[in-house]
């Protein structure tokens, strides 16, 4: 399961902070709400993963192509706040090298 418990503006910023699991059955759920605000005319996402328990290849992919179509929007994704599994997870799979990655959501949004 896959929660959005916050939204909020910081500036040119969209922070979006999830919690829960981003899997096969939640990537969907997390690519229609970053097409959401694409579609809003938010070009700059911060995701804080503080809350997230569980990042799978399919939620790897949901990032992928979340960065992808913010790229190609002119605009950008920042991820930050990783703990455990999903640090470990973000680190071996390399993509600090394809976003930013942030201690805090301040750092994300003044980086």
């Known amino acids: 399961m896959l929660e959005f418990v916050g939204e909020n503006k910081q500036g040119s ?8 699991r981003l ?7 997390f690519a229609k709400k970053v097409e959401q ?12 993963m503080s809350g997230l328990e569980y ?7 949901a990032l992928l192509n ?6 190609a929007a002119d605009g ?3 991820i930050c706040c990783l703990m455990g599994m999903v640090r470990d997870v973000i680190d071996v799979a390399g993509f600090g090298q394809m976003f930013p990655v942030y201690g805090t959501v301040e750092e994300a949004i003044s980086g």
């Open 66 to 71: 979340a960065g992808m179509h913010l790229r």
């Open 13 to 20: 910023h969209v922070v979006l902070m999830v919690r829960g």
């Open 23 to 29: 899997d096969n059955k939640t990537a969907p759920e």
């Open 37 to 48: 605000l694409v579609g809003a005319g938010d070009k700059r996402i911060v995701v804080d």
């Open 76 to 78: 950008g994704l920042a």
């Open 55 to 61: 990042i799978s290849s399919a939620g790897l992919r």
